[in-house]
């Protein structure tokens, strides 16, 4: 059974730093690319940062290009979102999620992509 693990969240001020992780555990990790997803209240779940398998390539949403950073540590099963220079737009639920798909060329983007999701770690960012 995949289980992913949060951690990482908490509150801060505008313009702070938080790094988040997430620790999976039942997969085979390094064969799957892996995403960030953020929600606040009363908005739909939209796309923060992805990561292929290997590592090599990475996407953004506009929002957070150029603030955050996300990348993986395939021995510790592990990925991790960097996140500078917080603002309080920022603030929500943060997700990590992984994509079961093996051999997937582009990086996944949308939700629909990805298989298995964590529970979640707040971040909340006052001004």
């Known amino acids: 059974q995949v289980q992913l693990i949060e951690s990482g969240g908490g509150s801060v001020q505008a313009g702070a730093s938080l790094r988040l992780s997430c620790a999976a555990s039942?997969?085979?990790?390094?064969?799957?690319?892996l995403g960030w997803f953020r929600q606040a209240p009363g908005k739909e779940r939209e796309f923060v940062a992805a990561?292929?398998?290997?590592?090599?390539?990475?996407d953004y949403a506009d929002s957070v290009k150029g603030r955050f950073t996300i990348s993986r540590d395939n021995a510790k099963s592990t990925v991790f979102l960097q996140m500078n220079s917080l603002k309080p737009e920022d603030t929500a639920a943060y997700y990590c999620a992984l994509d079961g798909t093996l051999g997937r060329t582009r990086v996944p983007v949308t939700p629909r992509d990805y298989d298995h999701w964590g529970v979640g770690t707040q971040v909340t960012v006052s001004s």
């Open positions: 039942g997969v085979r990790f390094s064969l799957f690319p």
């Open positions: 990561i292929t398998w290997r590592g090599t390539r990475t």
